[in-house]
């Protein structure tokens, strides 16, 4: 069974950074190399909203909402997903969950919650 979960979350204050991470399990039908892969976020009573995606040779896109903050990457022979987060804002505060897909759609993991506070 094809699996993915996040990790990496937490409570920071404004300006700090995190690193988040998808492992990604059960890809034995298809490589999990072969697969885009994307990281959306919820925020607090707000819907869906899709930040960063990254295709099988590791080009990156990002919304402008994170663009110059965030960095996604990818270690192929891990099967994972990495999300770096950089100078944080309150406005960053959300449940971050990455799937497959470079705009997400398809399979997603629970998710890691990232806290902004001060």
């Known amino acids: 069974e094809e699996r993915l979960v996040e990790s990496g979350g937490g409570s920071v204050q404004p300006g700090g950074s995190l690193r988040l991470a998808c492992a990604a399990s059960?890809?034995?039908?298809?490589?999990?190399?072969?697969?885009?892969m994307s990281w959306v976020r919820q925020p607090p009573g707000k819907g869906l909203e899709w930040i960063s995606g990254?295709?099988?040779?590791?080009?990156?896109i990002y919304a402008d909402s994170v663009k110059g903050r965030f960095t996604i990457s990818r270690d192929n022979a891990k099967s994972i997903v990495y999300l770096q987060l950089n100078n944080l804002k309150s406005g960053d505060t959300a449940m971050y969950y990455c799937?497959?897909?470079?705009?997400?759609?398809?399979?997603r993991g629970r998710g890691t919650q990232v806290t902004v506070s001060s």
């Open positions: 059960g890809f034995t039908f298809k490589p999990f190399s072969s697969y885009a």
């Open positions: 799937g497959t897909g470079l705009t997400g759609g398809g399979l």
């Open positions: 990254i295709n099988r040779d590791g080009g990156a």
